[in-house]
T-cell receptor, first 115, second 114 residues
Framework: GAGVSQSPSNKVTEKGKDVELRCDPISGHTALYWYRQRLGQGLEFLIYFQGNSAPDKSGLPSDRFSAERTGESVSTLTIQRTQQEDSAVYLC???WGQGASAEAFFGQGTRLTVV | DQQVKQNSPSLSVQEGRISILNCDYTNSMFDYFLWYKKYPAEGPTFLISISSIKDKNEDGRFTVFLNKSAKHLSLHIVPSQPGDSAVYFCAARRRNFGNEKLTFGTGTRLTIIP
């Protein structure tokens, strides 16, 4: 497809389980972001990938969170030992990256519910 | 440390009138600013942007104003339409500093009253 694709769209998991969220960015976009939005709150930055540079992980809330990106394509966000406070919509975005058009395009998000 | 702030969580405007959404930032290194619109159950969509070398950018009904000395930007929507009802996020980045991480505000929910 032409846009950013995220899967699954919804995920319900039990507290303590691990989850993996997937993002397929727009082809050719070198920059990829993960954000989350908790209920009633703004967009919280998690992690940013730009080409072959070391990712900016400054927004990851704890060591239970990690993300990987294969080249300039798919990214996965992994949350280990999920907690109820991890419940949120996880949004992925991609853009052309450094020095180019700055707007990022978002996917529909993955709604994670930890019960 | 909230570097991008939207102090009004909500705003209601009569259809046909002007909607003004405000955003303040604290990091003077930010040089590119964007507005996004978000409907429920959808990802944010890009609306309009402005570079720090400009003080105004217009696109149809949408105009963004930037006041660098005040570290303030605003989005004007005129005339407002019912389909404009959404949450609006402003975002900023340091485009020329090798790190284009987008920093978002907390959003303003705009409701257009028919």
């Amino acid at each position: 497809g032409a846009g950013v694709s995220q899967s699954p769209s919804n995920k319900v998991t039990e507290k303590g389980k691990d989850v993996e969220l997937r993002c397929d960015p727009i082809s050719g976009h070198t920059a990829l972001y993960w954000y989350r939005q908790r209920l009633g709150q703004g967009l919280e930055f998690l992690i940013y990938f730009q080409g072959n540079s070391a990712p900016d992980k400054s927004g990851l809330p704890s060591d239970r969170f990690s993300a990987e990106r294969t080249g300039e394509s798919v990214s996965t966000l992994t949350i280990q030992r999920t907690q109820q406070e991890d419940s949120a919509v996880y949004l992925c975005a991609s853009s052309w990256g450094q020095g180019a058009s700055a707007e990022a395009f978002f996917g529909q998000g993955t709604r994670l519910t930890v019960v | 440390d909230q570097q991008v702030k939207q102090n009004s969580p909500s705003l209601s405007v009569q259809e046909g009138r002007i909607s003004i959404l405000n955003c303040d930032y604290t990091n003077s290194m930010f040089d590119y600013f964007l507005w996004y619109k978000k409907y429920p159950a959808e990802g944010p969509t890009f609306l309009i942007s402005i570079s720090s070398i400009k003080d105004k950018n217009e696109d149809g009904r949408f105009t963004v104003f930037l006041n660098k000395s005040a570290k303030h930007l605003s989005l004007h929507i005129v005339p407002s339409q019912p389909g404009d009802s959404a949450v609006y996020f402003c975002a900023a980045r340091r485009r020329n500093f090798g790190n284009e991480k987008l920093t978002f505000g907390t959003g303003t929910r705009l409701t257009i009253i028919p």
